[in-house]
Nanobody, 118 residues
Framework: QVQLVESGGGLVQAGGSLRLSCAAS????????MGWFRQAPGNEREFAAA????????SYADSVKGRFTISRDNAKNMVYLQMNSLKPEDTAVYYC???????????WGQGTQVTVSS
């Protein structure tokens, strides 16, 4: 599995911005895509955004489309999630994940807390 470490979470007011980072190490050659998921208290973990490792093709959940941008830096083995126009309902623990081609996400980071105050 790939080791993943997230950073960049914190407390921000509604309308503000945060940038999450995810550092990947070990077995990075096996990565096909990276994703960001989030889990709010009492809710199931949900998909937020994903990007392919080589081609940079991205996808977003409807709830974040137009506000969040996922990007990657292959040379640094980093994935980022730029979050703009944050809303209180974006409050959650955000997880970085990696998957191989034709596989489910099976490598996960420890998560980073994002709290958006109204």
């Amino acid at each position: 599995q790939v080791q993943l470490v997230e950073s960049g979470g914190g407390l921000v007011q509604a309308g503000g911005s945060l940038r999450l980072s995810c550092a990947a190490s070990t077995r990075t050659y096996s990565i096909y895509a990276m994703g960001w998921f989030r889990q709010a208290p009492g809710n199931e973990r949900e998909f937020a955004a994903a990007i392919t490792w080589s081609g940079g093709s991205s996808s977003y959940a409807d709830s974040v489309k137009g506000r969040f941008t996922i990007s990657r830096d292959n040379a640094k083995n980093m994935v980022y999630l730029q979050m703009n126009s944050l809303k209180p309902e974006d409050t959650a623990v955000y997880y970085c994940a990696a998957r191989r081609l034709n596989q489910q996400y099976d490598s996960w980071g420890q998560g980073t807390q994002v709290t958006v105050s109204s």
